[in-house]
């Protein structure tokens, strides 16, 4: 039985998280099923030029991330009817990446304006493993509670701040993001090559 991740698209800055987080589970053999919400469609213009319809979700997915998709499935952000908006479909967890204000509240609040909250708060009600990556900052007392909500309701609140250990303060912007998508891969606990690990020795392995 196919078990694939969900990898939830919002409307906040850092697109190319999600490409990264992706990648690395399709990398990873893993199957994916992607929802990107309507406000992620405009960021996602913005940041990378790329659009994504609907009816021509393959074509438009695949030129975004520049590879053949796998054992990739879509589902249009509207349809409340979809799979991942039933506790029964058979899915291992999600991930929310990035991760909106309005989405951390929506999500946090049982809200389910759209399909990537409701599929979010299917995970969070099934227990399955939640991942939730806000990036926006400095954040308001109301995110914070929304976060606090969100961990107590058992997901993973990881922020979108890269560490500098694995590649140093002459980090390119991919190592950059490809560090925060391999942790939120090690929050699903999905094998990845993505960044040097700490071992205990200052500068070990650095190019």
């Known amino acids: 039985m196919r078990e694939p991740w969900i ?15 992706i990648t690395g589970l399709l990398d990873a053999g893993e199957s994916v099923d992607l929802v990107i919400s309507r406000a992620a469609r405009l960021t996602l213009l913005d940041e990378t030029g790329a659009t994504v319809r609907d009816a021509h979700w393959k074509d438009d997915v695949s030129a975004w991330l520049g590879r053949d998709l796998g054992d990739l499935a879509y589902w249009p952000a509207g349809d409340l009817a979809a799979g991942p908006s039933s506790g029964s479909y058979p899915v291992r967890g999600m991930a929310v990446v990035p991760a909106s204000t ?15 909250q409701r599929a979010a708060e299917v995970n969070l009600k099934e227990r399955r493993r939640t ?23 058992g997901a993973v ?19 950059l993001i490809d560090f925060v998508a391999g942790k939120v891969l090690d929050a699903l606990g999905v094998p990845h ?13 650095r190019a």
């Open 131 to 153: 991942v939730v990556v806000p990036r926006e900052t400095p954040v308001t007392r109301s995110h914070l509670e929304h976060l606090i909500a969100l961990h107590d309701a």
């Open 157 to 175: 609140v990881l922020p979108a701040s890269p560490g500098f250990y694995g590649s140093g303060a002459g980090a390119t912007a991919q190592q």
């Open 7 to 21: 990898v939830g698209v919002s409307g906040a800055s850092g697109t190319p998280y999600a490409k990264a987080v």
């Open 102 to 116: 309005a989405a951390c509240a929506g999500i946090a609040i049982g809200l389910s304006k759209d399909l990537l």
């Open 193 to 205: 090559t993505l960044f040097r690990r700490w071992t205990g020795e200052i500068g070990e392995g």
